[in-house]
């Protein structure tokens, strides 16, 4: 496959500059010490829709037809768009943001999403679960249009370690500290059958950002993953999840996304840069990316389908 082009980052202006924002705050430290009230205000931005060959690169990474994307955007794609309105939905929070890990995300499908129109993209805050070892943010997004402005709806699941603990899930804004060894991680289900086989190149981290604009270190720079605690470059948690979702769409769903109405994941294990990942599925509507049938788990969810749309 052709490397994805690098003139594609400059169509994450607004998530590059959320990213330094965060970056900013967190050498500032947070400007309260009062954890907020929830649910948090609407952060309410309109997003130029990702190009047609930003989109069929991306379509092309996570090994999917393009016919099934013609004159629609990939769901899985979302993260390009709405990152940046998340991070401003959890600006100014009393944590350290700069070790935010990423633990899961819910997407609901309400219609499919029209290429090349504006998309009106709104975060805010839904709910914070707060211990004193670590805090859980609920972060509610609906990306649309004017004729239906809720078509997609994701919650990011996220994780913040206070003090010196941490729970060892991965992070997509880095973390300077090796975090602990964590408790065996899900398996696969022994009865799940297998949709796709990827062998995964050891530059998917930085192909990834270059299609959605979340250039964390730990997935693109070794140098920096093993400064934080991992072997090599780890894959980012949206790029296992675009994965599985592309081959949902092409194996089980004949290649059309309007059949499918929704998936959620829980990342589970750092997949470490290069590497082989089997994405499989079970007839309950499980979900799991791994090494095999009753193998180790980084991903690991569930999906719903329904009528075309």
């Not at 649910?39 to 991306?58: D, N, Q, Y």
Request: glycine share 10%.
């Amino acid at each position: 496959m052709s490397p994805v082009p690098f003139k594609h980052i400059l169509e994450h202006g607004p998530m590059l500059r959320a990213l330094g924002a965060t970056a900013l705050g967190a050498m500032r430290g947070p400007a309260s010490s009062e954890k907020p009230a929830t649910p948090g205000p609407w952060i309410e931005t309109e997003a130029k829709a990702p190009s047609a060959a930003l989109v069929r690169a991306f379509v092309a990474f996570t090994k999917g037809d393009q016919v099934s994307y013609r004159g629609v955007l990939p769901p899985h794609l979302f993260p390009q768009w709405t990152l940046a309105s998340a991070s401003l939905a959890l600006g100014g929070l009393p944590y350290p943001l700069a070790r935010i890990v990423n633990a899961g995300v819910m997407l609901r499908i309400h219609d499919q999403l029209p290429a090349g129109e504006p998309l009106l993209v709104r975060a805010r805050l839904a709910s914070i679960d707060e211990s004193p070892s670590r805090v859980v943010l609920a972060t509610h997004i609906e990306t649309g249009t004017k004729a239906v402005p809720d078509a997609l709806v994701a919650e990011l699941r996220t994780y913040v370690p206070l003090g010196n603990t941490a729970n060892g899930e991965r992070s997509t804004r880095g973390n300077p500290e090796k975090k602990p060894e964590r408790s065996a991680a899900p398996s696969v289900a022994d009865r799940a059958r297998e949709l796709a086989y990827l062998h995964v190149p050891a530059n998917a981290g930085l192909e990834f950002a270059k299609l959605t604009g979340d250039f964390n270190p730990i997935h693109w720079i070794p140098a920096y993953a093993k400064a934080a605690g991992f072997k090599a470059c780890i894959l980012h948690g949206f790029g296992e999840f675009a994965y599985a979702t592309s081959a949902l769409v092409r194996g089980l769903l004949a290649g059309d996304p309007g059949k499918l109405r929704g998936v959620e994941a829980r990342f589970t294990k750092p997949f470490v840069l290069p590497g082989k990942m089997g994405i499989y599925v079970t007839d309950a509507g499980e979900l799991f990316a791994g090494d095999a049938p009753g193998g180790a788990a980084y991903l690991a969810g569930r999906f719903e389908i329904g009528g075309s749309t």
